[in-house]
């Protein structure tokens, strides 16, 4: 019986799959240990034993995958390389950013533009990258896996690839969704292949909306900043004065701000909803207050330097809200994060029309790669990162990496500072939040995307008024001063801006107006 079994088991295929199962799980799997090892609140003891667990089952999980591959000689040497690089640039970005492929992370990954994903490929990782690719290749050539000859071998193998395939669809354990390879792959098929039902509800349809405002030359922006952080801000109370510009502005408010998420794709579909962020599972299943404003009859305009085509699952829609948009990456206006300065020669263009207008801006801001943000006049803090070397945060020393960023701040203190200049002499009010936050070495943390990483939700929020705005509408003003010290979140900008402009509607909360003297809920972060 057991000469039988010898005979019909290929005993050296499994035994390569096995190996290549543990090679994979200790260079890849061995940063998500470590990362999750950080959030357990238990003894040592009792984590390594619970950790343990978890990846004796991902490695029978990851054994699967390669005996799956065995069926063929021919796919498991695609199917192995390709476990190994996407292993490899998964386990890079998990340990050294602290970023994971979560499902609220594909629509970043697989959205991001080329120029972004250029700045985001360092030397370390094409190293890392290689040299996974190089153990993989290794491998392949010492065992010289060969296609089995039994039956039940290949039937085995088979199995095995259904198992694989049925994991990625559907994980057995829910603790395989937070290792790899089960988490990016599970996750890109939810992205590309879940649910999408996002047809949203016009809410201009929906609900009643008046305007209540009888002056025809009323503005209003909203200026969208990219990775922006309250501490960094000088006008905040930040050691660096890196808003010169914006401390001299006159009916300029600076609050505390908090944004909905701290991916891009998420805190934009919900700082245009009308529904919080204790519900940000709803916020693309209706139009925002663009659809609404467009309908009123406003002139609506999007501009930025960012390239989104693709990047938001709602994008079309958004998109489809205004009444025109200016859309970066290819365009003939300028290229994909080119510097914000240059959208301001068009912004002036814009603001030259007498009628009701709001445009927003979305910015390139802080963005990495920082040094790539801004002009080199504005490389006030030295010494900072080279901007066309192949490097991300994690290769930077602390002092590139903040006087880098700090750098990109000010530059975005110069952008509003023109802008609020183009707008002085007009009936207008301007609103900047960023989309998210940052971190800067933050236990280890870099970037955004990350799980439990509080910095990276707290933002600069500002509000400003023109001397006409002011004249206009005083008690609107002194409404938005009276909530001084408060932290402001992106929930409150729905309310605000149409509250603001004098639009009226059964679903505006003047409780998280800032143009309301009423109580204002505080949040806590």
């Known amino acids: 019986m057991i000469k039988f079994i010898q005979k019909q088991l290929d005993l050296p295929l499994i035994s390569t799959a096995l190996i290549f199962a543990l090679i994979y799980c200790l260079m890849f799997n061995t940063s998500v240990v470590l990362h999750k090892y950080e959030y357990y609140q238990v003894s040592f003891v009792s984590a390594i034993f619970e950790l343990l667990k978890q990846f004796i089952y991902t490695y029978i999980t990851v054994f699967i995958f390669f005996f799956g591959f065995a069926i063929h000689r021919l796919i498991f040497i695609i199917g192995s390389i390709f476990l190994f690089f996407t292993g490899a640039v998964a386990s890079y970005y998990l340990f050294y950013l602290g970023v994971a492929p979560t499902e609220k992370m594909m629509p970043a990954i697989y959205g991001t533009g080329v120029s972004e994903i250029s700045e985001l490929i360092s030397t370390r990782v094409i190293i890392w990258v290689i040299f996974s690719l190089s153990i993989c290749s290794f491998g392949i050539k010492h065992f ?32 395989l969704k937070s ?7 599970h996750n890109s098929y939810v992205y590309f292949f879940g649910n999408k039902d996002h047809v949203r509800q016009d809410i201009s349809q929906k609900f009643s909306f008046q305007i209540t405002n009888n002056k025809e030359d009323i503005a209003g ?13 000088g006008i905040n109370g930040y050691e660096r004065d890196t808003t010169p510009y914006l401390n001299k502005i006159n009916n300029l ?12 794709h998420l805190s934009i579909a919900c700082l245009f909803s009308r529904y919080s962020e204790q519900n940000i599972d709803k916020v693309k299943s209706e139009t925002g207050f663009l659809s609404v404003l467009t309908a009123l009859g406003y002139d609506t305009t999007w501009i930025s330097t960012q390239s989104i085509g693709g990047y938001y699952e709602s994008t079309p829609t958004l998109y489809d809200e205004v009444k025109f948009s200016i859309i970066p990456g290819g365009s003939l206006l300028y290229s994909m994060n080119s510097h914000d300065g240059l959208m301001l020669p068009y912004l002036e263009k814009l603001l030259e029309k007498k009628a009701r207008q709001f445009i927003t801006v979305q910015l390139s801001g802080s963005h990495w790669n920082y040094a790539s943000r801004y002009p080199e006049e504005f490389a006030k803090f030295k010494p900072t990162q080279k901007k066309n070397a192949k490097v991300d945060q994690a290769s930077c020393t602390k002092e590139e990496l903040i ?47 990350a799980d439990f990483a509080p910095e990276q939700k707290e933002i600069p929020f500002m509000v400003w008024f023109s001397d006409s705005f002011k004249q206009n509408y005083p008690e609107l003003v002194n409404a938005v001063s009276s909530h001084r010290g408060q932290i402001i979140s992106h929930d409150y900008i729905f309310h605000s801006v149409l509250h603001c402009l004098g639009i009226e509607s059964e679903i505006l909360d003047l409780n998280y107006s800032l143009c309301s003297y009423k109580k204002i809920k505080t949040d806590n972060l």
Not at 222 to 230: C, H, K, T
């Open 253 to 264: 408010y600076s609050f505390q701000g908090r944004s909905c998420d701290n991916t891009t």
């Open 403 to 449: 006087n880098s960023y700090d750098n990109s701040i000010l530059y975005t203190d110069f952008f509003l500072a023109n802008l609020i200049h183009l707008l002085k002499d007009k009936n207008a009010f301007l609103i900047f939040a960023s989309d998210h936050a940052e971190s800067l070495g933050e236990n280890g943390r870099l970037g955004h995307g």
């Open 221 to 233: 922006v909203l200026v969208i900043g990219e990775s922006a952080r309250y501490k960094n801000f």
């Open 144 to 175: 010289n896996p060969q296609t089995p000859k039994s039956f039940f071998s290949r039937m085995l193998t088979a199995f095995c690839l259904f198992l694989a395939v049925n994991n990625i669809i559907s994980p057995s354990f829910k603790i």
């Open 179 to 185: 290792y790899f390879p089960i988490q990016y792959l």
